[in-house]
């Protein structure tokens, strides 16, 4: 099972940061590729970042370049989302999911497990 979580308030003023986590219980997450997708009111799931299984590979949608940042620490079996300078925009569900296919990670179709979604809501 993979699971997601806030490090941190739900709500947070623009400008603030946000910490997510990426966590699995019964499943390493060493030999996935792992994403971040968010799902903001009345929109479709949208893709926010990736990183290859190995760490050595990133990528980020336009909208959160330079603002969030993905990372793993496979000695703690999970996947975090730093998010800073936060925008009204970012408003959303925000779930993590691990996939085998080792392209498209943008794609939301080449992920097989996904977490249960967290809220973040940025005010203005």
């Known amino acids: 099972e993979v699971s997601c979580r806030r490090l941190g308030g739900g709500v947070v003023q623009a400008g603030g940061s946000l910490r997510l986590s990426c966590a699995a219980s019964g499943r390493t997450l060493r030999t996935y590729h792992m994403g971040w997708f968010r799902q903001g009111p009345g929109k479709e799931r949208e893709f926010v970042a990736a990183v290859s299984w190995s760490g050595d590979r990133t990528f980020y949608a336009d909208s959160v370049k330079g603002r969030f940042t993905i990372s793993r620490d496979s000695t703690k079996n999970a996947v975090y989302l730093q998010m800073n300078s936060l925008k009204p925009d970012d408003t959303a569900v925000y779930y993590c999911?691990?996939?085998?296919?080792?392209?498209?990670?943008?794609?939301?179709?080449?992920?097989?497990?996904w977490g249960q979604g967290t809220l973040v809501t940025v005010s203005s």
């Open positions: 999911a691990a996939g085998s296919v080792a392209v498209g990670l943008r794609n939301p179709s080449n992920y097989g497990y």
